[in-house]
Structure formats: C-alpha cells, structure tokens
C-alpha cells in the first residue's frame, strides 16, 4: 500500500516516460551489495570486539576514533545498504514511506559523522607529528569528547532543512528517496563535503612534508636517532592507514554524491546510479580489511581474538561432550556397586569400573584448569 503510494507519486511528478534501472543490473547489485554487506558486518563486529576486549588497544586515542567510526559504519552497512539491497532484489522499494524518508536522513547523518571523524584525525595526527610541544599541553581526553560530540551533532544540525520542509522525495530511477530541497543539497556540499575534505588534504600534506623534511635533515647530517626513525615510521604508517581509508571513501562517495546533487533533470541512465552506490557500498564495507592489512597490532589481535573464541568454543563442547558421558555411566556403578560376590567383596568388574571413574575425573580436572584459555 505504501510503497504504491510512493510509485504514484513518482509517476505524477514525472513529465516524461520514468526511466528504471535494468533488471539485469539490479540482480547483479543486489547480490554485491549482499556479499559486500556481510564481510563488511562481520568485520566491524571484529574489529570492535577486538578493541574494546583488549586493554592495551582501548586506551589508544587512535582507537577510539576507529571504534567510533565502526559503530558508524555498523548503522550505515546495517541500516542504510541492506534496504538499498533489498530494494534491488525486489526491483522496487520494500522499507515504506517513513523507511525512505529515514534511509536519506542516516545517510546524510552518516556520511558527514564519517568525513568529519577523518577531519577531527587528520587534525589529530598533524598535532602530533609536527606539533608534540602543543599535544602535551592540550588535554588528549578533552579533544577526544568534543570531537566524538562534534561529529555526531554537526551533521544533525545540517540536516534541519529537510526536518523543517518536506523536501525528500521518491526516485524511481534510483529506487529510493532524495533531497530535493537546494539548500539542503548546498548545506550538505560546503559543510558536510567540502569543509572536511579540504581541512582533511590541508592536514596530510602537512604532516608529509614536516616527515620528509625530519628524514632529509637527518641524512644530512648524519645522525640519525633510532627513536627518531623509528617514531617517524610509526607516526608516517599511522597516517597513510587514514590516508587509504580516506581516499577509499573518497573514491566510493563523492562521485556519487556529485551525481545525484548535479543531475537534476535525471538525463543520466539509471544503471548508472547502481554502479555509484555498489562503489559507495564496497568503500565503507573494506575499512576493517584496510586496518587489518596496514595495522599489524591490529591484525594480530584480531586473529588471536577469534582463535581464542574458536578454541574456547571446543573446550566447552568436549567439556559438555565428558559431563554427559559420566553422568550417563554414575547409575551403572551405583548399580554394580551393590551386587558383591559371594564372599562380601567387590567384583573386579567394580574395580575395573572404579578405575575408569578415576581417569575420567583427572580428565575432566585438566580440562576445567585449561579453561582460561
């Protein structure tokens, strides 16, 4: 009913003949998007267990930011690109009205709490590679609460046009709902786009610049500090892990941003469309895949993480698996314990039997001392 609702008011508001994606291309969409958004699930989940399970990670400031960035990639891969795949599975749009109107409001919440989280680290690391003095005078757990707060309240607040207006309508040629209102669309360009992507490139070039200028003065001279070098590496592999994410979601995002926000009178296919959001989908989904491949303390974490739970897992089976079979054999020496031979002593079978429950008690000893695994 409400999604007839929505393709009525689609067809009336359209001049010509409504243009649809093919489909071929929807089916093909929706199983990437299907595929991409389980590994991208599965991942997050991971990598924030992992965090958040391990002192050593959970008191990093850079972790922090990644845990708060995965919990924002949870809602969009979770909430956001599983309607969008069902609705190219289904060929049409399968949340409702009041889905729609939700799936563009996160959208655009998500996608500038993702770039201004980039925006506030990338500030974060110039602080830290070319201005140590200012770091140990700022308080580290003060700019972690305002810039957490910041991300999440600024896109909100951008986002009042459309809660004021009911300027979101339903697109036919990409299956789902989009931001009519201008000056939403410019709101969302300058402060939610541009403003931290500039900031952004602003910061890392810096913080290049002021790593090859440290090298070159170094080999120059000719002393160079092993903790220097070796602080100079780290800080440079921390900063290209963000340099990657950064372009990733630069690469998947704004071209279709761009699109959507330019394409006005709808001339571009359709099919068009649902290869800029599989791009989009696939750009948030790798970002645990990019921290596990260019953060070794994180890779290994993670990898002793699910070891461990794999291994817990199979003690606790053979540990259920032994309490099940001795609690099956207790009757029968209760029973055999009665029946003594003619003489008043016990049958060999009974001590046969005595001695097995023996070793199936130290058996079960050892295996509850290694359950701290």
């Not at 655009?108 to 974060?124: F, R």
């Not at 490139?201 to 001279?221: D, E, K």
Request: with cysteine; net charge positive.
């Amino acid at each position: 009913m409400i999604n007839s609702t929505i393709h009525n008011q689609t067809i009336s508001s359209t001049d010509s003949v409504v243009h649809r994606p093919t489909r071929q291309v929807t089916y093909i969409g929706a199983i990437l998007a299907f595929v991409f958004i389980f590994f991208g699930l599965i991942g997050n989940v991971i990598l924030i267990t992992t965090i958040l399970s391990v002192k050593k990670l959970r008191t990093n400031t850079i972790n922090i930011f990644i845990v708060s960035l995965q919990f924002n990639d949870l809602l969009n891969i979770g909430f956001n690109q599983l309607f969008v795949g069902l609705s190219y599975a289904n060929d049409h749009w399968v949340g409702g009205r009041l889905i729609c109107k939700l799936v563009v409001y996160f959208s655009t919440v998500c996608m500038g709490c993702l770039l201004w989280h980039h925006c506030l680290i990338a500030i974060h690391r110039l602080i830290v590679v070319v201005y140590p003095n200012l770091l140990r005078r700022m308080s580290i757990k003060t700019y972690i609460i305002v810039s957490l707060v910041i991300t999440r309240i600024l896109p909100i607040l951008c986002c009042i046009p459309s809660f004021l207006t009911d300027s979101i309508s339903y697109s036919h040629q990409a299956l789902r709902c989009s931001i009519r209102n201008k000056l939403q669309i410019f709101i969302n360009l300058t402060v939610l786009i541009l403003l931290p992507n500039v900031i952004i490139i602003f910061c890392f070039l810096g913080i290049f610049f002021h790593v090859y200028h440290a090298s070159y003065t170094s080999g120059r001279t000719n002393t160079p500090s092993v903790s220097t070098s070796h602080s100079l590496r780290r800080e440079i592999r921390i900063t290209k892990m963000f340099a990657v994410l950064f372009t990733l979601f630069f690469l998947g995002y704004h071209p279709y941003g761009f699109v959507r926000a330019y394409d006005k009178r709808r001339q571009l296919h359709p099919d068009i469309f649902v290869l800029l959001t599989l791009l989009y989908c696939i750009s948030i989904c790798a970002s645990p895949f990019v921290y596990g491949i260019m953060n070794n303390q994180l890779r290994h974490e993670c990898m002793r993480v699910i070891f461990n739970c794999w291994h817990c897992q199979k003690i606790d089976d053979y540990r259920k698996y032994s309490h099940s079979r001795l609690n099956s054999t207790v009757p029968t020496a209760l029973t055999v314990i009665h029946d003594n031979g003619d003489d008043g002593r016990t049958s060999p079978s009974i001590r046969h039997l005595s001695s097995q429950q023996i070793r199936k008690k130290s058996s079960t000893a050892t295996i509850v001392n290694t359950a701290h695994v």
